[in-house]
């Protein structure tokens, strides 16, 4: 049975996000529909649509919740609704002049990344003197730290997806097409436990160059490197990992290489511990590729966080000077992208420890040998 928190759990977050608010110099945090939400509350409406829902959370009062009033009482419902003010609005009226009666006219907020510009641009409509900025510049270490629970969630995600990885190996490569293995794949991660597949990319031979090809219709063969990247979400945390397989036996080139992208994930992973800033990860990870001579090749940030979206703070690459923190949680995935050749992509997730880290991908990374 997955962990379900409780309205003393989204209490403790609402404060917290008061209290980084206030330490980041703002009135507090204007929050729409979505992981922040969700993060916040527990609070999921049925769907996003055009009818506001806009929960706000000074720095010195209690938060409040506006829905439209025909949805209130899911809202009711939702387990973190104790620790708020709800109020509603009916059609036919001026949502955002009922909202602006949660918000400082003057005030300066951090809102949703993904609050939909209608809304914004209705609050700046209704309070021309207040003042935005996005959540992610404001706020970006809101979600980055994960308490037990989630940890836990998040291991259970990426133990679901390491099955997923040892299905697939068993499965038939050559001779089928790229769409037929990913749908294998999507296949095992829900067999495994997850309600939604995000993503399921097979990159073959030269498609493994571009690191988001998703699938397509080529036909694997014999001598094929081929990269999977796969991830989706179980109990609300997501998984997303990362394997680079061969059809039958590599070249020597193809193990050299893979072989420097196994140390460089290796040495991203070493670097890990408290109080050392992110970009010190990307920076082990790529030494060891550049110092190979793959340096252009290796096109992308080293990692991204991940909880319950799959790409969020903090994001390991040069000029992230955040520090980590135990409970952080991560990708480490350098790559070596050969255009019209291959490519090989490593990724585990990791969790920042006391000392350390620790991987929630425990897969092998040495370069698996399909059929
Ligand atoms: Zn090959
Ligand atoms: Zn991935
Ligand atoms: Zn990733």
Redesign the pocket.
Known sequence: MAKTFTAEDFGARIERAGRMAEAAGLSGVVVTPGADLLYLTGYVPVAITERLTMLVVPSDREAAMIVPVLERPDAESAPGSSNLTLSDWADGNDPYEAAAELLDPEGRYAISDAAWAMHLLGLQRVLPDSHYVSTSDALPMLRAVKDADELELLAAAGEAADAAFYDIVGVRFSGRKESEVAADLAEALKAHGHSTVEFTLVGSGPNGANPHHEFGERVLREGDMVVLDFGGIKDGYTS?TTRTVHVGEPTEEERKVHEIVEQAQQAGFEAVRPGVACQEVDRASRKLIVDAGYGERFVHRTG?GIGLTAHEPPYMVEGEEHVLEPGMCF?I?PGIYLPNEFGVRI?DIVAVTDDGGRRLNTTPRELTIVA
């Open positions: 997303d991204h990708s995935e990724e």
